[in-house]
């Protein structure tokens, strides 16, 4: 073989006959380069892993105000309080750094609603300890005792999912599963207020428990909301 090289200039020259190496060493520009798609910047992830700790005990502990005195009840909405405000701060702080970082693991738009969204179920879940206090309400339909049990298992999938976005793995099935528990908890809550307004009823009485029930149809709302957020942010990124 002859190869011939042109070089600037117009200059041209020959060399005769090269005999191709068995191996050639590739050039560095031929060798795939992988990159990380996500940016290892661990405290985006510990803040969403934080506020998402906040709602699984605050849902943890509006379960065990149902059975509890009024001075119990009292304690664990205080309790239940302070959790929103670490929740708060969590976001608060996730959301001044989305305004300083020039990179961040996800879209902006996309860390926004999850961090909103994660501190509106906590929200709900304190408004709806701080109603059963401040109405004063005592023994309330078992029924209710169902849609706190949804909560707080959509709040056990919703916490496994965020630790998930690491990896972007551990989300199979999530959404499912917490929309079947706003579903029913939904229904139940209907049909709680069809009870409550049945025959002749204390009208005082059944405003009071309906702020409950309201709060309570918001938490699961929300945390249906953050499920759609949580696995559209997956499939995006996967």
């Given amino acids: 073989m002859t190869w011939t090289f042109h070089v600037r200039g117009g200059t041209c020259f020959s060399l005769g006959t090269v005999v191709r190496p068995a191996f050639t060493r590739p050039s560095p520009r031929s060798v795939p380069l992988r990159f990380r798609l996500i940016p290892r910047d661990e405290v985006y992830f510990e803040l969403l892993a934080g506020a998402a700790d906040c709602l699984v005990d605050s849902a943890e502990k509006l379960a065990r ?8 009840r009292a304690r664990l ?7 929103e405000r670490t929740a708060d ?5 996730l959301l001044r750094r989305l305004d300083r970082t020039f990179v961040t693991p996800f879209d902006r738009n996309d860390l926004h609603t999850l961090a909103t969204g994660l501190d509106d179920c906590v929200d709900a879940i304190d408004e709806a300890a701080d109603f059963l206090v401040v109405h004063k309400i005592g023994e309330l339909p078992a029924a209710v005792g169902q849609i706190v049990g949804a909560i707080s ?3 056990d999938l919703t916490r496994d ?3 998930g976005l690491r990896r972007l793995d551990g989300m199979h099935g999530y959404r499912e599963e917490v929309v079947q528990h706003a579903d029913r908890a939904r ?4 049909h709680l207020l069809g009870d409550l307004l049945d025959g ?3 009208v005082v009485a059944v405003l009071k428990v309906t702020h409950v029930l309201d709060a309570l149809d918001a938490a699961t709302s929300a945390m249906r909301r953050l499920a759609d957020v949580v696995e559209a942010l997956a499939l995006q990124e996967s």
């Fill in 65 to 72: 105000m149902l059975g509890s005195d009024r001075a119990n």
């Fill in 77 to 83: 909405a205080g309790e239940i309080h302070e959790l």
């Fill in 89 to 93: 701060e969590a976001t608060r702080d």
């Fill in 153 to 155: 298992r959509s709040a």
């Fill in 161 to 163: 999912a965020v630790a």
């Fill in 187 to 190: 229904r139940t809550y209907r």
């Fill in 200 to 202: 002749d009823p204390d």
